[in-house]
């Protein structure tokens, strides 16, 4: 009885513990999350793994740079909307973040109805699961009208704090891109 008692009471603070330890990552993925809702992608790669996001523009950038000489209207209207306000000279000094917050416009000039209606959306935490010390994945429900849909986000402790990862791969990212913009 007595070591049931103890098994239990070791599972009870072994929970809680690890409770404790995901707060930051939860406190990272609220934030994120918060900003991207709002459309405010620059603040939202406050908190995105700075080495993906360079990785991000040094496949990116140039594919858009190139892409300002192409004749076609299709692919002159997403370079417009990629660089934004941005024009002449200045496109070539695009920041990390300017890349992530272009691709981000693209994304939402796609379905603006359902960004414009992400604000009112409510999002909870499944779970979190940490695979390793300086891992971790949020997995989330968004509701929104009644509709539900999970998704999960990767995180990565560097430098002493949590950071979202960029799901998709820069390269590949690049490479559609470069198709779109071939087509014409």
């Not at 934030?31 to 993906?52: Q, T, V």
């Not at 934004?84 to 939402?108: C, I, P, Q, W």
């Not at 992400?118 to 949020?138: C, M, Q, W, Y």
């Amino acid at each position: 009885m007595k070591q049931a008692l103890l098994f239990s009471l070791v599972l009870i603070v072994t929970a809680a513990t690890h409770a404790a330890n995901t707060k930051p990552i939860e406190d990272v993925f609220q934030r994120y999350w918060g900003a991207y809702a709002r459309k405010d992608s620059a603040k939202a790669a406050a908190d995105i793994l700075p080495s993906d996001l360079e990785d991000m523009k040094a496949a990116v950038l140039p594919v858009f740079l190139g892409a300002q000489q192409s004749k076609g209207k299709e692919a002159q209207e997403i370079v417009s909307l990629f660089f934004g306000r941005t024009a002449g000279k200045a496109r070539e000094a695009f920041t990390a973040v300017d890349v992530y917050s272009g691709l981000n416009r693209l994304v939402m000039a796609g379905d603006p109805q359902m960004f414009d209606s992400l604000k009112d959306a409510s999002v909870s935490i499944i779970f979190v699961r940490t695979p390793a010390a300086n891992e971790a994945e949020i997995h989330f429900q968004v509701t929104l009208k009644g509709a539900s849909d999970t998704d999960a986000e990767k995180l990565i402790n560097k430098n002493g704090r949590w950071w979202i990862r960029v799901k998709d791969d820069p390269k590949e990212t690049a490479a559609h891109f470069k198709q779109l913009f071939a087509k014409g």
